[in-house]
């Protein structure tokens, strides 16, 4: 499999990356023997990986609802005008907010896709009017509330 950055990652890699993304706490002994590999090759293997960029982080998945933020929303945000200086402002605010988990640029009518995490609804209309309604730069936004999550994976697919 050729990655972006023209090294070859060969198929041990590949098992590597899919068993921390099963599971990131598995022991480098662990690891070792789901790759039919000793520990000091799998070790060096990590370390590659992680130097190389192929494994930006290590991450604990929290539960929403248990922490009282498993209202999820994805808001769709069109700018008054896009221009590179709008545009960085716009961003550099979204950043720094904490229930915005997600944001991406997209295509289309909208400008940014964002991912709110709140308790429920009266947050997330009181965060609408005293967060996001503070942003000038924003010409409107479109809500579509999760009723119900089918399928949420945290890892990428590896052939």
Not at 83 to 107: G, H, L, M, W
Not at 125 to 132: H, Q, S, Y
Not at 133 to 139: A, H, M, P, R, V
């Amino acid at each position: 499999m050729m990655m972006s950055s023209n090294v070859r990652l060969d198929p041990v890699d590949l098992k590597i990356l899919k068993a921390l993304q099963e599971n990131a706490r598995i022991t480098t002994k662990e690891l070792a023997a789901k790759v039919n590999l000793s520990t000091t090759p799998v070790f060096e293997r990590l370390k590659r990986l992680e130097k190389e960029g192929y494994i930006k982080k290590y991450v604990a998945v929290l539960d929403a609802e248990k922490l009282n933020q498993g209202f999820e929303v994805y808001c769709m945000v069109k700018l008054k005008q896009m221009s590179r200086d709008v545009a960085q402002d716009f961003t550099s605010v979204i950043k720094d907010v904490p229930q915005v988990v997600e944001c991406y640029n997209i295509s289309g009518e909208f400008d940014y896709l964002l991912k709110i995490m709140a308790p429920d609804m009266k947050t997330y209309n009181e965060f609408i009017i005293n967060v996001l309604g503070t942003i000038d730069s924003i010409g409107s936004i479109q809500s579509t509330f999760v009723m119900n999550e089918i399928k949420h994976g945290y890892g990428i697919w590896i052939e």
